[in-house]
């Protein structure tokens, strides 16, 4: 019915801020800003677009019960997995941790089957397939060395605990964008954020060199701005279009951008599965993005 697909704008502009978030995202942390801070950096760098798209609405934020349950939930699932992610590094493989996590789409695709009736045609299908084979190839190394960290099992469970956090997020998102503005979401995304910033701050080792300059705090703002951005526009991509084709576009999309960059302004050369990633990606991109939106589930907006 809705021949522009509003919902594609908004997931290929989500993929594109998180493909070069995702580029960059680490170089504060090389120079000797701790990851825990760079996380108080993301949530404060949610403040300016809350504040925007609420100016935009005319400050009409809701305020009952069930918004304010919604919002919340949906924030601190996406904070809380951020902060069970940075622990679960510390102490597991990341080529491995990565690849569990990036299958959240995985859950969201059954919880919006089961519950929103999401339905979607055989090139839908098609490209929901090819973009969950794709996910882990971006992320996996091949290694196959054993540590001590990796015959511990807590780091897999932690990664299981971050991936189905992600993955009912998605859910939430969608699920309250039927009741609820996708501006009062973003804002109770934004205040679940902040409000995990003391435990941030809680796990810093303060007494380590920590840098303080430009290329530390102020570049993690410029970087992490670009990560909210993008969360902001996931949030309306979920408003206008289904959980089941927005969850694993943007999560396989953000790593081939992601990947691209590293090729032509980083110099890194990808291996052999990050290759075959951005093949399956690129290909489920396309078929998403062409699927026809009959049978679309009607709206239960707000009136």
């Known amino acids: 019915m809705n021949t522009k697909k509003p919902w594609l704008l908004f997931a290929l502009t989500a993929t594109v801020f998180w493909g070069v978030w995702g580029a960059f995202t680490s170089l504060p942390s090389e120079n000797g800003f701790p990851d825990t801070l760079v996380y108080c950096v993301w949530a404060l760098t949610m403040i300016p677009p809350a504040i925007y798209v609420l100016w935009r609405l005319n400050w009409k934020l809701e305020t009952d019960k069930k918004s304010i349950l919604n919002g919340l939930i949906i924030g601190l699932l996406g904070a809380g997995g951020q902060m069970i992610l940075f622990y679960a590094v510390t102490i597991g493989p990341t080529y491995l941790i990565f690849p569990i996590i990036s299958l959240s789409p995985v859950i969201t695709i059954v919880l919006s089957f089961l519950f929103l009736k999401e339905r979607t ?20 190394s091949g290694g196959t060395g054993q540590t001590d960290a990796e015959a511990d099992v807590l780091w897999f469970v932690l990664a299981i605990i971050i991936l189905a956090a992600w993955g009912v997020q998605a859910y939430f998102m969608k699920s309250a964008n039927r009741t609820m503005s996708a501006e009062s979401i973003f804002f109770y995304m934004m205040v679940s954020g902040i409000f995990l910033i003391p ?93 026809p939106e009959d049978g679309k589930v009607k709206e239960e907006n707000k009136g």
């Open 121 to 140: 045609g055989k090139l839908g299908v098609i490209g929901i397939g090819l973009a969950l084979l794709a996910l882990p190839l971006f992320e996996y």
């Open 199 to 291: 435990v941030a701050l809680y796990m810093t080792d303060f007494t380590q060199d920590i840098n303080w300059g430009a290329d530390g705090p102020y570049l993690a703002a410029a970087i992490q701005i670009l990560n909210a951005i993008g969360a902001l526009c996931l949030v309306y991509a979920f408003r206008y279009g289904k959980a089941m084709v927005v969850s694993p576009m943007t999560n396989a999309g953000a790593p081939l951008i992601t990947s691209i960059i590293a090729m032509l302004v980083l110099g890194v050369v990808p291996g052999n599965y990050r290759i075959a990633g951005i093949v399956l990606a690129v290909i489920a991109a396309f078929l998403l993005a062409i699927e």
